[in-house]
């Protein structure tokens, strides 16, 4: 069964300054990656996804992340946050050939943006 | 507006009184699932549909009950609620079971 780690539950940093978020993940099959972002009191948003194709993937609001097959990871990273990126952000696995409705997420890192 | 809806919002209960949250989405996704959120927890899968008649159970199914009668609505039922069951809610639906569009939540207390 595969697996979401999230490594850091909190990460504080201040304003302009550039942050990885990371996430590691447990699968004997191929996978696809995603991750969302939560704003206070919302629902998910999907930032990016990794499906195929080249191993670095950019999505909204400046974030790209690096699918990393041999480390088995999929960093999330800003190079300069801003006050607005303060949220929780979830990483999420699904499996290739697996059952298609089944999606597993990370228990989610709280980016904490400070002026 | 392309959006997946989700009510009631807020709903707190008593232990033992069945309650529905109803889903809907207008986007014709084929994908639906139903999620709760937890502190610490993330984001655990309850039950998911492909299709029309067509659920399977996720992570953490005991004790609730889906329905997918149509392509739009998928309500999530609570024949017994307990307090375990106090969480934030949430339905997603997806066209090809890649990406995911979630709604704005539900946020249940049994008592």
């Known amino acids: 069964a595969q697996s979401v780690t999230q490594l850091d539950s909190q990460v504080p940093v201040f304003e302009e300054a550039p942050v990885e978020l990371r996430c590691n993940y447990s699968?004997?099959?191929?996978?696809?990656l995603f991750w969302y972002v939560q704003y206070p009191n919302q629902g998910l948003q999907l930032l990016l996804k990794?499906?195929?194709?080249?191993?670095l993937v950019k999505g909204i609001n400046g974030f790209e992340a690096e699918f990393n097959k041999s480390q088995t990871s999929f960093h999330l990273r800003k190079p300069s946050v801003h006050i607005s990126d303060t949220a929780e952000y979830f990483c999420?696995?699904?499996?290739?050939?697996?059952?298609?409705?089944?999606?597993?997420f990370g228990k989610g890192t709280k980016l904490s943006v400070k002026p | 507006e392309a959006q997946v809806t989700q009510n009631p919002r807020y709903l707190i209960t008593v232990t033992g009184k069945k309650l529905t949250v109803t889903c809907s989405q207008n986007?014709?996704?084929?994908?639906m699932s139903w999620y709760r959120q937890d502190p610490g927890l993330g984001l655990r899968q309850i039950y998911y549909?492909?299709?029309?008649?067509?659920?399977d159970k996720g992570d953490v199914p005991e004790g609730y009950k889906v329905s997918r009668k149509e392509k739009r609505n998928f309500p999530l039922i609570l024949e017994s609620p307990s307090p375990n069951q106090t969480s934030l809610y949430f339905c997603?639906?997806?066209?090809?079971?890649?990406?995911?569009?979630f709604g704005p939540g539900t946020r249940l207390t049994v008592t």
């Open positions: 997603a639906s997806s066209p090809q079971g890649y990406e995911q569009y």
């Open positions: 699968s004997s099959v191929s996978v696809y």
């Open positions: 990794y499906l195929s194709g080249s191993t």
């Open positions: 999420a696995v699904r499996t290739y050939g697996g059952s298609q409705g089944n999606l597993i």
């Open positions: 986007m014709n996704h084929e994908y």
């Open positions: 549909s492909m299709n029309v008649e067509v659920t």
